[in-house]
């Protein structure tokens, strides 16, 4: 069964440094997104993603972020300059789009971001 | 926005009991509710969604029962076994003609199941 996927599965970095995150969705997938979740607490949504370009973002999501779909397959997010609240783990999520079962988002593994 | 509350935070059963784990969801629109299941650093895996045309869904031991009137829908697991010990989720998402898709989750019930 086709899995979305996620690199790395862990990074370490300095505050104040640039990571990308990088996810691939399922397939034939249409819609993305990106999700957060810090330690013990609930999944919280940053943004979504639809036909190359973004279609929802929460107040979380603020310049410091951006996302991008590069090429047909890589979807990522990337966090300027991080800051310590920063560290969380980070889910991407996607879904068919299509008729029939379309709800459903499928999630990632997840990297666990630290930010030092 | 849609605001999703579960309750309970934690939920302690011996095996073979019952867990039942409730939501309210304030969007009267919202027509899709999942459940997921999280394991200790996995990701959130969908064990059971309903969609608003029915009252109910059942596969095997898990069922979730929907009231849209009163804006609340529930996860019950009957049977319980020590494997379904992990965190729980519901989630619902934005609707509306401007939706696409975002969920918004509860906070989560912590799900033990003693042998």
């Known amino acids: 069964e086709p899995e979305v996927t996620q690199t790395p599965s862990h990074q370490v970095t300095q505050m104040g440094q640039e990571v990308i995150l990088r996810c691939v969705p399922i397939?034939?997938?249409?819609?993305f997104y990106w999700y957060r979740q810090i330690l013990g607490q609930k999944v919280e949504f940053l943004v979504s993603f639809y036909n190359n370009e973004i279609s929802e973002k929460s107040e979380i999501f603020d310049d410091q972020f951006s996302v991008e779909r590069p090429d047909g397959s890589n979807f990522t997010l990337k966090i300027r300059s991080t800051k310590l609240e920063d560290s969380a783990m980070y889910f991407c999520?996607?879904?068919?789009?299509?008729?029939?079962?379309?709800?459903?988002?499928?999630f990632g593994p997840g990297t666990r971001l630290l930010v030092l | 926005g849609e605001n999703v509350e579960q309750h309970p935070s934690t939920l302690s059963v011996q095996e073979g009991d019952s867990a039942v784990i409730k939501c309210t969801y304030s969007d009267s629109a919202s027509n899709y509710f999942p459940w997921y299941k999280q394991e200790l650093g996995k990701r959130p895996q969908l064990i059971i969604d309903i969609r608003s045309n029915v009252g109910e869904k059942k596969d095997q031991r898990i069922a979730v029962t929907l009231n849209k009137t009163a804006k609340h829908f529930s996860l019950h697991i009957t049977e319980t076994q020590p494997e379904d010990s992990a965190v729980y989720f519901c989630a619902a998402p934005n609707a509306g003609g401007t939706s696409y898709g975002k969920l918004t989750f509860g906070q989560g019930t912590i799900l033990t199941v003693h042998p």
């Open positions: 999520a996607s879904r068919t789009g299509l008729a029939g079962g379309s709800e459903t988002q499928y």
């Open positions: 397939s034939n997938h249409l819609y």
